[in-house]
Structures are given as C-alpha cells and as structure tokens.
Nanobody, 114 residues
C-alpha cells in the first residue's frame, strides 16, 4: 500500500514563501504522476500542480508564475515551492500520486494572513 506523507505547511504572511514536501513509500513501481491539490473551507478540492515522471508539468492558472513543482524520483518525493503567497491560497494542501490507481496524503494546512 502506497503511503504519502506531507510536510512543510504553516502560517505565513502575504507575499511570503513556503515549501511543501511529499514523500511516498510502499510503492513497488515508480509513480507516473505526482502532484498537489488544495481544498479551502466550503469549497471543492482543486488541482494546484502535477508533474509526470517524464517531466511534464501542469499548473492551475491561479498559481502560474508563483508556484513551482519538482520531484526527486530517487527519493520518491515531490515538492511544491510556493512564492508570493496570497490569502486566497489558504487551504489544506493534499499530495496526490498515481500509477494504475490514485493515492492521497493526509493533507497539510497552509494559512496566508493578509
């Protein structure tokens, strides 16, 4: 069973930066897709960014130019560097990974104060 463990969330002022990490374990095969989703209170879970094992990136329009996704395949870890954070980025951020089936992390809270 694949497990995803996120870290790096917290409280930051608007304009600040945070870096999220998600480490995968228990996968016998490499994970084709890894990425991040977020869910604000009362809203649906939305895509933030994804990255394939081949290097193809996909970003939500709202984070383009501010967030950067990267992964270390040797460490089975995906990162999300978040710069110029805005109050509307406040949400629980979930790591996602897939190969044949999808897996979710437990989520990490990101709060951006104005």
């Amino acid at each position: 069973q694949v497990q995803l463990v996120e870290s790096g969330g917290g409280l930051v002022q608007a304009g600040g930066s945070l870096r999220l990490s998600c480490a995968a374990s228990g996968n016998r095969y490499s994970l084709n897709l890894m990425g991040w989703y977020r869910q604000a209170p009362g809203k649906q879970r939305d895509l933030v960014a994804t990255l394939t094992s081949g290097g193809s990136e996909n970003y939500a329009d709202s984070v383009k130019g501010r967030f950067t996704i990267s992964r270390d395949n040797a460490k089975n870890t995906v990162y999300l560097q978040m710069n110029n954070l805005k109050p509307e980025d406040t949400a629980v951020y979930y790591c996602f990974a897939s190969r044949f089936v999808g897996y979710w992390g437990q989520g990490t809270q990101v709060t951006v104060s104005s």
